[in-house]
């Protein structure tokens, strides 16, 4: 099982410099990959949580940290696409790819707060049917010599679209979310599914969901690996955690990885950056260890 680590774009933290940081220290300590998070406004829980201080764009800070590392992998977990024009978004990440050298992971999902997919310019009502149109338009665009498109959002006339992204056949999308619409988009056209927080009981429900629908797609258990976004930290009613000490932290995700987890992504729910390097030194010299 992979390792990845929440660069803590999304936790308020006033230096931008400090998000770096956290990205070059997480390669340096060995990790597989390090992922970011995405909002535009500080909105419902987000304010809640840091009121009015940074909230970072993902796809900026993941292009400054693909200058400054060499090896990591480059996740979001997850982008909003209700959020994002779907064609500069496959534009800026096919970019993003090469600039990294091919090591970009699209995590995706259709957004929880309707005041801000509604601000954004999509109704609230139609952020699934227009996160399938996106996803499939993306792909579209990644792959197809000539576009052609016609959609109920979207209309592409044979155009060529350039680049293509360095890694073939296109950029792996992640489904995120842990719906049942979230798990069906995942074996209908997700490249992997990408959910939050779920304790090993709930997981292994989805689990068993995605592998049924996998087989009525006619699709392999292998096309849709699985992995999970998890704070490091004791669970509570709303959320689960993967622990509070080593000890806990192993053992949850040894039980993640028994399920067939192929990757861990964990957060810290913090914008302290001691504890945020603290959790990144359990999962480098405890985690991974064990894990491996």
Do not use: C
């Not at 060995?30 to 987000?46: E, K, Q, T």
């Not at 292009?63 to 997850?78: H, M, N, P, Q």
């Not at 139609?126 to 579209?140: C, P, V, Y």
């Amino acid at each position: 099982m992979d390792i990845g680590f929440s660069i803590s774009n999304n936790q308020g933290i006033d230096s931008v410099q400090s998000i770096v940081d956290i990205a070059t220290a997480s390669e340096e300590q060995g990790l597989d990959s390090i992922w970011v998070s995405d909002h535009v406004f500080n909105a419902s829980y987000i304010y809640d949580r840091i009121g009015d201080k940074p909230y970072y764009d993902p796809l900026t800070i993941l292009t400054f940290v693909a200058a400054k590392t060499s090896r990591i992998k480059l996740g979001t977990s997850i982008l909003v696409l209700p959020y994002h024009h779907p064609i500069r978004l496959a534009k800026i990440a096919a970019t993003l790819d090469h600039l990294s050298n091919g090591r970009l992971l699209m995590g995706i999902g259709v957004g929880v707060i309707p005041e801000e997919i509604q601000s954004m310019g999509v109704n609230p009502r139609q952020r699934g049917k227009f996160s399938d149109e996106a996803i499939i338009l993306m792909k579209k665009l990644w792959t197809e010599p000539v576009v052609q498109h016609s959609g109920d959002f979207y209309s592409v006339p044979d155009f060529v679209f350039s680049p293509k992204p360095l890694q073939t056949p296109h950029i792996p999308i992640l489904i995120g979310g842990t719906s049942e619409a979230a798990i069906k988009r995942a074996a209908r056209i997700g490249n992997g599914w990408h959910p939050t927080a779920n304790d090993p009981e709930t997981l292994r429900t989805g689990i068993e969901l995605l592998h049924q629908e996998l087989e009525k797609q006619g699709r392999n258990v292998s096309d849709v690996p699985i992995s999970i976004s998890i704070p490091i930290n004791s669970s509570t009613r709303d959320r689960n955690g993967l622990g509070s000490n080593p000890e806990e932290i192993i053992e949850n995700s040894i039980a993640f990885k028994e399920l067939g987890v192929s990757r861990l992504v964990a957060s810290s729910y913090t914008n302290d950056l001691n504890d945020i390097f603290n959790n990144l030194d359990i999962l480098a010299h405890h985690v991974m260890p064990n894990v491996k």
